[in-house]
């Protein structure tokens, strides 16, 4: 079965469920990441080719491809559909997304008579709209919860004795050219209205339909992320930050479990304080991510059970034992793909490490602590493992978020 199977008319089912499911679910149904060069141009939308082929590849045998699937490379896919009639663009992602980021890091924030520094107000209402994008909320916000939820963020973090003037970022964002405010007569709108009118209006502001369609990217929403901490919030505690702005997940590579602190009840005890009775239970209902068995079992073979990172071969049960790690989670707000080049063969304590962003790999292929509590190795790959640079770049600029900035290459 190859990509031979397909026809024109199961590509346009794949283009109409692409459409009907949005591009990010259909992406994560499917296993594939975001298109980095050759994009299928139908009815002006742009859908990634390489998902698109594997989908429609299942429509015409019933057999759905996956990333790891394709070994012509996305010129091979490129190759098929123009072949079936379809127009094939390369894609230019990466120059939008620049674009982006230069905005971002030439916002135009006030500084106050006093304080050299720039205002953080639009900074982190960004962070707060980012959030949001993150959570595939809706693009626009109504004011009234703008100034609810934006303004103890001006207040926590904003810089000392500045005023938490909600109103000042819903309206002078729009100088980024990312963002747009709804609903403000144009009679009005010549000067930014007083918070009694944006009371009285209820407009509404949000990223642009473009901005926002770009930061649906995990990979553009974590460097949009990265450029805004580094560019106005340096000295800021991005644990704390990032806690309060709803982005927390991006202070883990993975899916680690953290203490929350809180207590519902334990066992009962006698007088001196001893368990009397069996550990308490609870219900409880979750989601979770299904992985591909196969792929785990493919890159510990590769590797022989050996930690890429430590060479510490583990045995359990009698039997070898080590665990397969993904360099990009699969989960939010990574939504890395579940695919061979985006997973490690590592033991549990390197693998907790590694997705507590304790360690990462430098730009020379060297696993180093984030706290510079460790000497350099050479992250161990045997013939036949790729792993894709972009995932390892990913997690390094997760670790420049919460920890000391690593060599980013």
């Known amino acids: 079965m190859g990509l031979g199977d397909i026809r024109?008319?199961?590509?346009?089912?794949?283009?109409?469920?692409?459409?009907?499911?949005?591009?990010?679910?259909?992406?994560?149904?499917?296993?594939?990441?975001?298109a980095r060069s050759y994009e299928l141009v139908l009815d002006g939308r742009r859908y990634d080719s390489k998902a698109l082929a594997g989908v429609a590849h299942g429509y015409a045998t019933g057999h759905f491809l996956r990333a790891a699937d394709f070994s012509g490379g996305a010129a091979t896919v490129a190759r098929c559909l123009r072949e079936l009639g379809f127009v094939v663009e390369t894609g230019e992602p990466s120059s939008n997304s620049a674009a982006l980021l230069a905005r971002l890091r030439n916002l135009k924030v006030s500084r106050g008579p006093g304080n050299p520094a720039p205002s953080r107000h639009q900074p982190l209402s960004l962070l707060w709209a980012i959030s949001r994008a993150a959570d595939e909320r809706p693009r626009l916000t109504p004011w009234p919860t703008f100034r609810d939820e934006v303004g103890p963020l001006l207040v926590e973090f904003g810089l000392p004795n500045a005023k938490a003037t909600s109103e000042y970022?819903?309206?002078?964002?729009?100088?980024?050219?990312?963002?747009e405010?709804?609903?403000?007569?144009?009679?009005?709108a010549e000067k930014m209205p007083n918070a009694r009118t944006f009371a009285e209006l209820e407009p509404e502001a949000g990223f642009t339909a473009e901005a926002a369609d770009l930061l649906r990217d995990p990979v553009t929403r974590l460097d949009a992320i990265a450029t805004i901490?580094?560019?106005?919030?340096?000295?800021?505690d991005r644990q704390a930050l990032f806690a309060r702005t709803?982005?927390?997940?991006?202070?883990?590579?993975?899916?680690l479990l953290t203490a929350t602190g809180e207590e519902s009840g334990g066992a009962a005890t006698d007088e001196y304080e001893r368990v009397t009775g069996p550990a308490p239970r609870r219900e409880a209902t979750r989601s979770v991510i299904v992985r591909d068995e196969a792929l785990a079992r493919r890159?510990?073979?590769?590797?022989d059970?050996?930690?890429?990172?430590?060479?510490?071969?583990?045995?359990?049960?009698?039997?070898?034992?080590?665990?397969?790690?993904?360099?990009?989670?699969?989960?939010?707000?990574?939504h890395g793909p579940d695919e061979l080049q985006n997973l490690l063969c590592l033991c549990p304590n390197c693998h907790v490490l590694f997705d507590g962003l304790e360690i990462y790999v430098d730009s020379d292929g060297l696993v180093r602590g984030t706290r510079d509590d460790r000497d350099p190795r050479p992250l161990r790959r045997a013939p036949g493992h790729p792993v894709d640079?972009?995932?390892?770049?990913y997690h390094r600029t997760l670790c420049t978020l919460t920890v000391r900035k690593p060599d980013v290459g």
């Open 181 to 188: 405010v709804r609903g403000v007569p144009s009679e009005l």
């Open 169 to 179: 970022p819903f309206w002078h964002l729009q100088g980024s050219g990312l963002w």
């Open 305 to 334: 059970n050996r930690c890429q990172i430590c060479g510490t071969a583990l045995r359990h049960l009698n039997r070898p034992y080590s665990q397969a790690a993904h360099v990009r989670g699969l989960g939010s707000p990574h």
């Open 8 to 34: 024109y008319e199961h590509v346009i089912a794949a283009t109409e469920e692409f459409r009907r499911l949005g591009r990010d679910t259909f992406l994560r149904t499917y296993g594939f990441g975001r």
């Open 389 to 393: 640079e972009a995932h390892i770049a």
């Open 246 to 255: 709803g982005l927390s997940g991006y202070t883990a590579a993975g899916g």
């Open 299 to 303: 890159v510990k073979e590769l590797e």
């Open 229 to 236: 901490c580094e560019t106005y919030l340096e000295d800021i």
